[in-house]
């Protein structure tokens, strides 16, 4: 049935899909020059060897480096060959030009491994340091000359028009885009690079060193154990580890633990810079013994152009500076957009209480026996408590209770009921149920509480010695920055005026895409990128006066 989720089945459902090839990422931006501090908005396109879009990989891993080191790393995760991030670049970043590269752990198995040589360069302008890439800058006097407007790559399939207010796109085929519209200031930035562009630098084979594995579902988290009972967890047979993320109950994976201390967490990708809670349970209780996780970024030192520094840009570098401290914290003018779906636990097949629909109990074992009926406490043959639910079998007319059940609070799994129970029923706020088998790691469960508190951020729960807690960042959370609910006024000093990184253009449609002006005039530029159903790049610029 539907509502029975297995992750095994998941898991080789996806490999059934794959049949090989390569992958190629290509990072649509929304500038080619920035300030440090500024946020660089991006646009995935995961292709495979004939340029169409991949469903391979669940994400993408993003560099950006200069010939002195990696300056800043991100994730962006996948879905069907498409995704979107937002990456901000460090206040300390050197001034100079960075090459901003992508790739998916199945290119990284590549014998020839190089993905900066299909990647394109951006300039970023440090205003608050006089920090310098090593030997990568050149003071000039003067204005430095314009690095062209990538015309000779443009696809022609495009034909753009703005009356001011909206850009209007014509579209001669189908295609998913990514939609830039910016204040074109004149600061000097590398040469342009488009979907043209790397579409003409994809090649058609790749060779493998070694076992190529697309990260399927989402980003494969791997970590070696250490601490003081890391050697009695490796000689325990029964010894699993479990992850967390506080907040969802889906973000919840289990891993055997190998003979070297390696764990392994196949996640459906978590986004955002998180604290994951982790635990290595076994039959003697808990382990104290801490993740340490592996870093799967290249961070390769990578040969760019020199950047042509000139006083004359100094005016510009102030406007973006002070453009960069709005536009940054300015959470508003965000819009989120879908992230990949959960695969583990479907939110329509829980049963929730909302807690405030009901009389408040002080006690969480009051809230089950009054409020709650498919959950009980009982003892168990060792007299321990542990919680019971209402599992509904496929195979059965009549539901029977399960003493099988995953308990979590804020989605992190609590292995000791006398933790839960003793918890401060006041500060929880809702209570989901999934009366269903539940499967990861090879350990099943009939049945998932999940009491979710207040603050969803567990910070009134009361851990084990075994319990670490350890700093990640997941995936960039997918945003366009499209400033709907931006408000009036006479100091809009914005730069970016529009970002969308997934508009759907239609053959033969015209898609009209209003956007917000500033309060200051000059001249903009508008730029679509990305590619058709078929894998056909297709690319457009409009420049034009506010």
Known sequence: MRKTILALALTLCSLSLWAGGLERCYLSLDRRAYVAGDNIWCSAFCLDAEGKLSAASGICYVEIASSHSTAVTAKIALVNGRGAGVIPIPLNVPTGNYRIFAYTALERCESDFKPYEHAGEIAIYNTGSSARVPGGVKVVNGTVPASGEGKSSRSGLLTLACDGEALTVLAADSASVSVSIWHDDGLPAPAPFNACNFKALLPMAAAYAAEAVP????????AFISGPDAARVKEDPTAVAIVSSPGSAGDTYLSDIGPDGRVVFKTNNIYGHRDLVCEIMGNQGGYDCTFVPEDKFLRTKVETSPLLLSPEYAPQLTARSLAMRTERNADTLYEFMPKRENLILNHEDMIVYHLDDYTRFSKVQEIIV???????????????RELRMVFKDAHSWHPAFSHNVMALLDGVPVTDIDHLLSFDAM??????????????????????????TTKGDISSLAFDRGVRIVDFDGASYPVAYTCERLAGGDSDLRQLLYWHPAVTLSRGSASRIVFRAPSYGGKYRAVVDGFTASGIPVHEEISFSL
């Open 427 to 452: 500060l929880l706020s809702d209570i989901q149920l999934y009366p269903y088998t539940y499967s990861f790691g090879g350990k099943v469960y009939e049945g998932v509480a999940n009491f979710v």
């Open 370 to 384: 009054e409020i709650i009926p498919e959950l009980r406490v009982r003892r168990d043959a060792s007299g321990a």
């Open 215 to 222: 990260e399927f579902d989402g980003e494969v988290v791997s």
